[in-house]
C-alpha cells in the first residue's frame, strides 16, 4: 500500500492510497472464496466451484468490486495509524479506481488552536452600588408578590386575574376549548396572544366578548390564520397590597422582625445580585477578548454538529420538529436558508469553546475524577429531588458534570489574569535598573 498526505484548509487531511498489484489480487482471491462460498453455481456445490468458473458466472467486475468494499476500510484504517491522523468523523472517500484500487480519502482532524498573550487581557471589576429606588422597586415586588387575589366588581382593567370560559375556532376546526381558566389580564406576558388582554380590557363579570385575532407563525398548523373567539368573564379579581409594616417583615418567615431589617436584606441581596452579575459581565469580555487573540483552523463539520443542536433547542421551544417545521413554512424559509441562519451563531460558539480550552490546556487546568466524585456528592447533599440523584449516577450525566467544571475552572482562571493587578515597580527597582543600564552603557563605551 502506498499513501500520501495533503493537508487542507478547514483543519481536513486528505490521504491518496494506492494498492500493490500483490495485495489486489489478494483481495480479489478473497472476493472469490466469499462470492463462491453463498452462491450456488450450477452444476457445482456450494463453495465448490473454481475460480475461472466464478470469474465466468459474476463477471471480473463484480468480484473486484467486492474485493475494493471490503479493502477500502481496512486499508483506511492502517494509513490514519501510519500517518498519525487523528480522524473525528467518517471519512469522505472517492475511489479513483478499482484495479487495482486507489481512492481518496477526506477526514476531519483535531482543529488547531494559537492564542497571542492573553496575559495582557486586563479589566477592572468595578464597585457594585444599590440606591434607595432599588430597593424600594424590590420592596415593592415582594408586596404584590404576597398580596392575595380577591374578587372585585368592577370593569377589568390591566394587572386583574380573570376566570374565563374560552372558544376558539379556525374555520370549522376548534383551537382551544377551555372552561373556568384563569387568565391574567397583561398585553406585556411573554406568553400571552398579541390583542386577546386588550379585547378583554373593561369587560365585566358576565359579559361575553367575540372578537377575531390572526395567530402567530409558532401556533403549529393554524400559524398565521385568523381565530375566532368567544370568551365569558365570570370572576374579576385584583391584587389586596398589604400595609408596609413590622408585621408585614415578620409574616414573610425569614426570621425578619421590623421593616428597616427587611429592607437591609433586600439591599444585600440585590448588592450580590449586581456582584455576580458584573463578574459575569467581565468574564464575558474576557472571553471575547482571548476569542480575538486565538486563530483557530476547525473541520466544518463541527459547525455543523453545532448547527444540529441549535436546532434540536429550536424543536424543544415549539414543541417537536413539526412545530418548527410549520413555522419555517409559515415564513417561507427552507431548512437550509435556515441553517444558514444559525451558521454565525455555531462558529461563535465552536470557536469560544476552542479558545477556551487550549487557553485551559496551556494554564494547566484539569478536571480529575475525585473533583467530579465530590461535586456529585455537594449535589446530591442538597437535592431534594430523587430523580437528580438517580441521574448524577449515570455515567453521562458525570461526563456532562466533568466538561461543565472544566468549563468554570478555565473561566475562573481567566478571570484571575484579567482582574490580576500589575505589580508597582518601586522607586528602589527603578534606580537599582537605571544604574545598571548606566554601567551597562559605559562597559559598552569601554569595548569600543
Avoid at 462470492?35 to 453455481?41: F, I, N, P, Q
Avoid at 500517518?83 to 483535531?110: G, H, M, N, S, Y
Avoid at 406585556?188 to 402567530?216: H, N, W
Wanted: charged share 30%; aromatic share 6%.
Amino acid at each position: 500500500m502506498k499513501v500520501s498526505k495533503d493537508k487542507m484548509e478547514g483543519s481536513q487531511v486528505v490521504l491518496n492510497i494506492e494498492v500493490e498489484a500483490e495485495e489486489m489480487e489478494g483481495a480479489i482471491r478473497q472476493a472469490y472464496r466469499r462470492l463462491g462460498a453463498k452462491t450456488a453455481v450450477p452444476g457445482f456445490r456450494k463453495g465448490k466451484a473454481p475460480s475461472a468458473i466464478l470469474e465466468q458466472y459474476f463477471g471480473k467486475g463484480a468480484l473486484v468490486e467486492d474485493a475494493a468494499e471490503h479493502l477500502v476500510p481496512e486499508l483506511y484504517d492502517r494509513a490514519i495509524r501510519e500517518q498519525e491522523v487523528e480522524a473525528i468523523a467518517q471519512p469522505q472517500i472517492e475511489v479513483l479506481q478499482t484495479d487495482p484500487l486507489a481512492f481518496k480519502a477526506t477526514v476531519a482532524v483535531r482543529p488547531t488552536v494559537e492564542l497571542d498573550d492573553y496575559h495582557q487581557i486586563k479589566f477592572a471589576l468595578e464597585p457594585v452600588v444599590v440606591i434607595e429606588e432599588e430597593v424600594t422597586e424590590a420592596l415593592e415586588n415582594t408586596r404584590y408578590i404576597q398580596a392575595p387575589w380577591e374578587p372585585v366588581e368592577r370593569p377589568a382593567s390591566f394587572g386583574d386575574l380573570l376566570a374565563v370560559d374560552v372558544e376558539g375556532t379556525v374555520g370549522d376546526r376548534s383551537v382551544i376549548t377551555e372552561k373556568g381558566g384563569w387568565y391574567r389580564l397583561s398585553p406585556d406576558l411573554p406568553s400571552a396572544l398579541p390583542g386577546f388582554a386588550e379585547q378583554l380590557e373593561g369587560a365585566q363579570k358576565g359579559e361575553e366578548r367575540v372578537f377575531t385575532l390572526t395567530l402567530p407563525p409558532e401556533q403549529g398548523d393554524f400559524g398565521g390564520q385568523e381565530c375566532n373567539f368567544r370568551v365569558l368573564v365570570n370572576e374579576i379579581k385584583q391584587k389586596n397590597l398589604p400595609e408596609l409594616d413590622d408585621e408585614f417583615a415578620k409574616g414573610l418567615g425569614q426570621g425578619l422582625e421590623t421593616l428597616d431589617s427587611l429592607k437591609e436584606k433586600i439591599a444585600a441581596d440585590l448588592k450580590s445580585r449586581k456582584e455576580w452579575e458584573a463578574k459575569n459581565n467581565l468574564e464575558e469580555k474576557a472571553i471575547k477578548a482571548l476569542v480575538d487573540l486565538a486563530q483557530a483552523d476547525f473541520p466544518d463539520i463541527m459547525v455543523q454538529q453545532e448547527i444540529d443542536h441549535l436546532i434540536a433547542e429550536r424543536e424543544q421551544q415549539f414543541g417537536d420538529r413539526a412545530s418548527l417545521q410549520n413555522y419555517l413554512n409559515s415564513v417561507k424559509k427552507t431548512e437550509d436558508e435556515f441553517r444558514n441562519e444559525l451558521r454565525p451563531m455555531a462558529e461563535g460558539t465552536v470557536i469560544r469553546s476552542l479558545a477556551l480550552q487550549k487557553f485551559a490546556e496551556l494554564e494547566g487546568v484539569e478536571v480529575g475524577a475525585a473533583d467530579i466524585e465530590a461535586e456529585v456528592g455537594h449535589i446530591k447533599e442538597h437535592a431534594s429531588d430523587e430523580r437528580v440523584r438517580r441521574v448524577l449516577d449515570s455515567p453521562s450525566a458525570r461526563e456532562s458534570l466533568g466538561r461543565n467544571m472544566f468549563v468554570r475552572r478555565a473561566i475562573d482562571r481567566l478571570f484571575e489574569i484579567a482582574t490580576a493587578e500589575e505589580t508597582p515597580v518601586s522607586s528602589e527597582d527603578e534606580s537599582a535598573a537605571s544604574q545598571s543600564k548606566e554601567e551597562g552603557d559605559e562597559n559598552g563605551d569601554a569595548t569600543q
